[in-house]
């Protein structure tokens, strides 16, 4: 199965700046038994919310995995992953060493439509305050975030979401052109 990932960091972690943490952390998937097929540029954004904290290293990343594993059992590799590279929940949208978000796996809507459509709605004021105690698959907000949907143009631009029916282009096409700018390809 085909599953999607995104990727940042914007803080240093152990001496590794965030572009070398997106970069291990691509390592140590593989080394979790997760086949990477495909890997976006790194890019450079600014923080979400903004002011959050200094600019981001974003990427996507295309996975093949067992076609037998539920969300969670995705996630729980990557989730080890994120804690090996010292990131703390502490604030909801804070700074991060590594942030790995599961986005979807094939076309796979957990727990269900209903319970996507209730976090995918809830406005801003709430979003901030508040987190599913579940997987939520597809990501409830990556169709409205540059800095995933520039990344997986790269890698998936034909992948269709599973609820809203359109493409990754369509989506990264459907944000505004001064969000798409901000998401900067980054020189080697």
């Given amino acids: 199965m085909q599953v999607l990932i995104a990727l940042g960091a914007n803080l240093f972690n152990q001496g ?7 970069a291990q952390a691509l390592h140590d998937i593989e080394i979790e038994g ?24 974003n990427a996507a ?3 093949q ?8 059992q995705v996630y729980a590799p990557l989730a080890k992953i994120e804690a090996a590279h010292g990131r703390e929940r502490v604030q909801r949208w804070g700074g991060r060493t590594l942030d790995i978000d599961l986005l ?12 996507f459509l209730h976090w995918a709605n809830l406005d801003s004021a709430a979003q901030h305050q508040i987190a599913p105690n ?20 790269d890698i998936a631009p034909d992948w269709q979401h599973p609820v809203y029916r359109q ?17 900067v390809p980054l020189t080697a």
């Fill in 16 to 22: 590794l700046s965030p572009q070398e943490t997106l």
């Fill in 34 to 57: 997760f086949s990477v097929g495909k890997c976006s540029r790194f890019f450079q954004t600014p923080a979400f919310p903004v002011g959050a904290g200094p600019d981001y290293v």
């Fill in 61 to 63: 990343a295309r996975l």
């Fill in 65 to 72: 995995i067992a076609d037998n594993l539920t969300p969670e």
């Fill in 104 to 115: 979807a796996i094939e076309g796979q809507i957990a727990p269900d439509n209903a319970a």
């Fill in 134 to 153: 579940q997987m939520i698959v597809p990501h409830p907000r990556l169709h409205e975030r540059a800095f995933v949907l520039v990344p997986l143009l």
């Fill in 167 to 183: 493409t990754v282009r369509q989506m990264h096409d459907a944000l505004p052109k001064a969000e798409r700018d901000s998401v």
